[in-house]
């Protein structure tokens, strides 16, 4: 039996995709649960006109996250922290101080789009963050931790 997929479904697929399934999995789960639909005529006519509308906002949206990307990469953010002997901070620098940073430049971002090299910063430095906009645009992101001063 071949259902339209409308929500993404672990070890079958993604959203709007168009899969074979038993029809027991069908009726029993799919179906009670709102996660798919029966690719019958009418549904995959619905199913290709949902799809052409998705592709040309993603299509929108990835041109802005690549708009963005291209105004951050020759951005080097300054990030004041405390700083005791030889260099080490108290505390350490995360991703959710990168964040506040771009958010006080212009940028919305959240903390979850922001990947460190290490899982915190400890020491002053220069570093590269990665920063992932969509799902098929990331950039580098450059930031040195600086003493408060």
């Known amino acids: 039996m071949e259902v339209i997929l409308k929500q993404d479904v672990d070890h079958l697929g993604y959203t709007d995709d168009l899969v074979k399934v038993k029809p027991g999995y069908a009726r029993n789960f799919l179906f009670p649960n709102g996660m798919a ?32 990307a291209s105004s951050l990469e020759d951005v080097i953010l300054s990030v004041p922290a405390k700083v005791g002997e030889k260099g080490k901070l108290f505390g350490s620098v995360t991703t959710q101080n990168i964040a506040d940073i771009l958010n006080k430049m212009g940028y919305k971002v959240d903390k979850k789009q922001i990947s460190l090299p290490t899982e915190s910063v400890k020491t002053l430095g220069a570093y590269v963050a990665s920063l992932q906009l969509h799902r098929e645009v990331k950039v580098p992101v450059n930031f040195e931790v600086v003493e408060e001063g």
């Not at 009418?42 to 963005?68: D, L, S, Y």
């Open 37 to 68: 639909v029966v690719a019958n005529e009418v549904n995959r006519k619905i199913h290709a006109e949902t799809v052409k509308q998705r592709a040309f906002k993603a299509g929108q949206i990835v041109a802005e996250a690549q708009k963005v």
